[in-house]
């Protein structure tokens, strides 16, 4: 199965790489420094940049891709994990301070991010130990339509998540997702995720991926939303504000709450994100 994936894998990058010059080379009306190919050998100049985009601090995220040749860190800089234990949902209920859960994207080509995500510091207080970091997420997007209107932006998205610890802490898990999001009248957006995982034991050896967020801009760069997230019976609602107090900074707070599986009970935070 995952022969065969990177396979389907590298010919998305080619045919995203494609898209990409179709759709800016139709495209007259931008500035010209801003249309074209770009990649990390030519970023996108910093005159073509908007406000900071991020996925987090949704539990869904966004079909948008960071500019080509720009990278971004979106950081849950602090979180508390209260009322379960992750690594053993039906076991002690624990609490663990996370610290450092990043995501790093990197704008390879124009439509074409490359992300890896991975939890630094877990601590459990009860125990006084740390957690091994992982698993280690690694995840292509290829933005295929960048939407207008009531047309979402849409991106395909495999996603690996590579085990740090050994089972039956972590295991093996990949699989294709779809991200989307529309622009709704009333300063409001709707941000759709869906997919499926497969899995090595002791994990399920499927499970479908649903997400939804939906996100009001109370005014400029603040914007407040309220999230639902899937995966299989691991289930949690979210809600949060985010500030893009610079155009290429933006902090975050909020907090989860998980309804079953092994989402912890509660899961405030803090983030912050930045693009250079």
């Given at each position: 199965m995952f022969h065969s994936s990177r396979q389907f894998v590298a010919a998305l990058i080619v045919l995203a790489s494609v898209v990409s010059r179709d759709a800016e080379a139709s495209d007259e009306s931008r500035d010209p420094r801003c249309t074209g190919t770009h990649s990390l050998a030519s970023p996108v100049p910093d005159a073509c940049l908007g406000v900071i985009d991020t996925d987090r601090p949704h539990q869904t995220d966004t079909p948008h891709v960071v500019p080509a040749g720009h990278t971004q860190i979106e950081s849950a800089v602090g979180s508390l994990e209260l009322g379960r234990d992750v690594n053993a949902p039906s076991g002690p209920r624990s609490a663990h301070v996370v610290l450092f859960d990043n995501e790093y994207t990197f704008g390879l080509i124009s439509h074409v991010n490359l992300?890896?995500?991975?939890?630094?510091?877990?601590?459990?207080?009860?125990?006084?130990?740390?957690?091994?970091?992982?698993?280690?997420?690694v995840r292509l997007k290829l933005n295929f339509l960048e939407g207008g209107g009531f047309v979402p932006a849409m991106t395909f998205v495999p996603w690996v998540f590579i085990p740090v610890a050994p089972p039956p802490a972590e295991s093996l898990r990949a699989g294709p997702l779809l991200f989307m999001a529309w622009d709704l009248p009333l300063h409001l957006e709707?941000?759709?995720?869906?997919g499926v995982?497969?899995?090595?034991?002791?994990?399920?050896?499927?499970?479908?991926?649903?997400?939804?967020?939906?996100?009001?801009?109370?005014f400029d760069n603040v914007s407040v939303f309220v999230d639902a997230y899937a995966t299989g019976w691991d289930i949690a609602l979210g809600t949060g504000a985010l500030w893009a107090f610079a155009r290429d900074m933006q902090i975050d707070l909020g907090t989860y709450?998980?309804?079953?599986?092994?989402?912890?009970?509660?899961?405030?935070?803090?983030?912050?994100?930045v693009r250079q």
């Open positions: 992300q890896i995500l991975d939890r630094h510091f877990d601590y459990v207080p009860a125990s006084g130990t740390f957690r091994p970091p992982g698993p280690v997420g709707l941000e759709v995720n869906a995982l497969f899995s090595e034991k002791p994990k399920p050896a499927e499970a479908v991926v649903l997400a939804s967020a939906l996100t009001y801009t109370l709450v998980g309804l079953s599986g092994a989402e912890p009970a509660a899961t405030p935070f803090l983030g912050f994100s």
